[in-house]
């Protein structure tokens, strides 16, 4: 898989209520049981905070 650097996240805005809070991400590599670990802490929606659908997270790890 690769050394995780970052990770691209995001929705369409589409149905009813689309936004979302993310707090964190793990990945983890089933073969080597790598983890690696995003931190984000930010609302997923056109009307919270920045207005923002789709983020690019760099890895805490």
């Known amino acids: 898989m690769g050394d995780l ?3 691209n996240i995001g929705h369409d805005n ?3 209520g ?9 990945v983890t ?3 080597t049981e790598q983890k690696w670990f995003f931190s984000c ?3 997923f929606a056109k009307d ?3 207005g923002v659908i789709e983020r690019e997270i760099p890895s805490a790890s």
């Open 29 to 31: 590599n089933e073969k």
């Open 48 to 50: 919270e905070e920045d």
């Open 41 to 43: 802490g930010k609302w």
């Open 18 to 26: 689309p936004g979302w809070f993310l707090e964190k991400v793990t």
């Open 5 to 7: 650097k970052k990770i």
């Open 14 to 16: 589409s149905g009813f």
